[in-house]
């Protein structure tokens, strides 16, 4: 009996993780993902419109978006992971506890499942006159929080920043009046 094998990083295993990133990429329609860096196994993204701090780190293993202020990291607010095992050729979650037990053909399908799904879903239930404000001071327990309408919060923010919508910005449908400057 073959056993599972756990995951080795290969150039097979960052090309399947890189098709991945890019199905995420092209399906994040709310606020489109921008690459901000990229080495090895991690990919460092960024969600147009949202506060510079706030960015998408995906690894072979989990994703975290995250909130950094000032040089440190206040909170995630989403963490998910997944353990990748191979078995005759399938992919699945070797994690005991793991719901899924689904199989996949390919490494980049079982990574969308547990990693990018949350991800896109998470965003979707983020309301339109959305906030993301931080709490807590430096050094000590903080903690970032997406918040909408006026709500009140048990302490008040260090920061708030406002999370405008891309498809709702006002958008220039004609060109601007050209003026003449010769006079009459």
């Not at 689904?102 to 499942?113: F, N, Q, S, T």
Request: net charge neutral; proline share 8%; with cysteine.
């Amino acid at each position: 009996m073959q056993s599972i094998r756990p995951l080795t990083l290969t150039p097979r295993i960052r090309r399947e993780q890189a098709a991945c990133v890019r199905r995420l990429i092209q399906s994040s329609t709310r606020w489109p993902l921008r690459v901000m860096a990229h080495r090895d196994d991690q990919w460092v993204l960024r969600l147009e419109a949202w506060p510079d701090g706030a960015d998408i780190v995906i690894g072979v293993q989990d994703l975290c978006f995250r909130v950094m202020h000032e040089g440190e990291c206040w909170d995630a607010l989403l963490w998910e992971d997944v353990s990748p095992g191979q078995h005759h050729g399938q992919w699945r979650c070797m994690d005991p506890d793991c719901n899924s037990g689904r199989i996949h053909g390919r490494l980049r399908d079982l990574l969308w499942e547990h990693l990018c799904e949350p991800l896109l879903a998470y965003l979707s239930r983020i309301p339109p006159d959305a906030r993301l404000c931080l709490y807590g001071e430096s050094g000590g327990t903080t903690w970032a929080q997406v918040v909408s309408g006026d709500p009140r919060p048990q302490s008040e923010p260090v920061r708030c920043w406002p999370i405008p919508e891309i498809g709702v910005a006002v958008v220039r449908t004609t060109a601007p009046m050209k003026t003449d400057s010769r006079r009459s």
